[in-house]
C-alpha cells in the first residue's frame, strides 16, 4: 500500500513538474499602432461611406486683420480666448507658423455664365493650383468642375500640374450645381491621413454662387462643410455694375466656415482711362472696352484676388481645444474666438457638429 501511495505520488509530481502546454497562437488582425502619415500619392481611396469626422479635437483657423485689412501676424496664444456654446475651452494647440499643411478643393463654376471672361478665370485658377500646390507632399489638392452636374476631375494629388493641365482643356456650359460640387468634396474624393486636423481642409470656389441644378439644398451643403471642419473660400466671377441676387450663398458659404469673398471684377476699371461707369448690353459680365487697359485691369482684378485668398490660407493662426461641453450628434455649436487687441477684425469659422453622422 504504502509503494503504491509513492508510486502515485511520484506520477503527480512529475506531471506537475512538466511546462504547461501553451494553445496556439490565434491567427487574427495585429493590434492598432499608430501610423506615421505618408505622402499622399501612397493613401488609397478611401469608399464614400466611410468618409466622416468624429469631432473630439476642433480645429478653428483664425485671420487676424487691422483696420486696413493687413494681416496681424505676431499674436500670441495668450492673446486669444475661444468659447463653445458660450463656455471658454482650454487651448490644447496653437500655431501662426506659415504654410502649414492644407488640402484644398478647387470647385470651379462651368456654367454659361462664365462664357464673356472664361479665360481669366480659369487662367486665374491655374495660377491659384500652382500657388497652393508647390510640389511639397504636405500640400494636397482637387478639383471639381461643376455645370449641369458636379464631377471630381482630378482626385486629391500634389501633382499641381495634373489639374492645371485639365483645367487647361475645360470649356464652360449649361446649368450650375454648385451646392452638389459641395457635397462631393466632403463626401467622394481620397482623404489624407490625419485630416482634418493636420492637414486641415479648405474649399476655394471660382463662381458667383448661383445654382440652378442641384439636387443638394444650400443648407445640406453648409451643413455638411461644416460637419467635415471646412473652411471656404470663393473668388467671385460676378462682375461690376450688374446685381446678382446669388451673391449672398457665397457670403454665407464662405462666413458660416471661417472664410471669406474676394470680388476682383468688382470695379476694377476706375482707374483705367476710358472708364465707363455703366455697364453695356453685350453681356452680363462685360463693360463696353474703351481701350486695352480694360482687359489687362481684369487679368490683375483675378490674380490680384488668388494672391489674397493663397496668402490667407497660408498665414491664419490655428487652435485646437476638445470641447468640454456635453456630446451630442445633432446638436449644431457656436464658436465665438475673442482677441485681447483693439481695433482689430477677428473671422473664424461660427460654429460646428460635433458629430459626423
Not at 471669406?260 to 453695356?280: A, D, F, I, M
Request: glycine share 8%; net charge negative.
Amino acid at each position: 500500500m504504502s509503494l503504491r501511495l509513492t508510486a502515485l505520488a511520484l506520477l503527480s509530481f512529475c506531471a506537475s513538474a512538466q511546462p504547461p502546454t501553451q494553445a496556439p497562437a490565434k491567427v487574427g488582425p495585429a493590434a492598432p499602432s499608430v501610423q506615421t502619415p505618408q505622402p499622399p500619392a501612397e493613401h488609397k481611396e478611401i469608399p464614400k461611406s466611410d468618409i466622416k469626422v468624429s469631432v473630439n479635437e476642433v480645429i478653428v483657423p483664425i485671420t487676424v486683420t487691422d483696420e486696413k485689412g493687413k494681416f496681424v501676424s505676431d499674436l500670441d496664444q495668450a492673446d486669444f480666448r475661444i468659447f463653445d456654446g458660450g463656455k471658454e475651452q482650454k487651448i490644447e494647440f496653437f500655431t501662426r507658423e506659415r504654410n502649414q499643411p492644407v488640402v484644398v478643393g478647387f470647385l470651379i463654376d462651368l456654367s454659361n455664365a462664365s462664357r464673356i471672361h472664361w479665360k481669366n478665370y480659369q487662367d486665374s485658377a491655374i495660377e491659384l493650383v500652382l500657388n497652393l500646390l508647390p510640389g511639397d507632399p504636405k500640400f494636397s489638392g482637387y478639383l471639381i468642375g461643376y455645370g449641369n452636374e458636379a464631377e471630381l476631375m482630378v482626385d486629391t494629388t500634389t501633382d499641381s500640374d495634373k489639374i492645371a493641365e485639365k483645367l487647361r482643356k475645360l470649356k464652360p456650359g449649361g446649368g450650375a450645381a454648385l451646392y452638389d460640387s459641395i457635397y462631393m468634396a466632403c463626401t467622394s474624393r481620397k482623404l489624407i491621413s490625419g485630416e482634418p486636423i493636420e492637414p486641415r481642409r479648405v474649399l476655394v470656389i471660382i463662381g458667383d454662387g448661383h445654382d440652378n441644378a442641384s439636387k443638394h439644398t444650400l443648407e445640406e451643403a453648409l451643413e455638411v462643410a461644416q460637419r467635415n471642419l471646412v473652411t471656404i473660400y470663393a473668388v467671385s466671377t460676378q462682375a461690376y455694375g450688374f446685381n446678382n441676387p446669388d451673391e449672398k450663398n457665397l457670403i454665407r458659404l464662405s462666413e458660416e466656415t471661417g472664410g471669406r469673398v474676394e470680388y476682383p471684377l468688382n470695379n476694377p476699371y476706375n482707374e483705367v482711362s476710358g472708364y465707363l461707369s455703366q455697364p453695356s448690353d453685350d453681356g452680363n459680365y462685360a463693360l463696353t472696352v474703351g481701350v486695352g487697359a480694360y482687359a489687362s485691369a481684369i487679368a490683375q482684378g483675378m490674380f490680384g484676388a488668388i494672391a489674397h485668398v493663397a496668402g490667407e490660407i497660408t498665414t491664419q493662426y490655428i487652435i485646437r481645444y476638445v470641447p468640454d461641453v456635453p456630446e451630442s450628434k445633432k446638436v449644431y455649436r457656436n464658436i465665438e474666438v475673442k482677441v485681447a487687441l483693439a481695433n482689430v477684425k477677428v473671422r473664424a469659422r461660427k460654429g460646428y457638429y460635433p458629430f459626423n453622422p
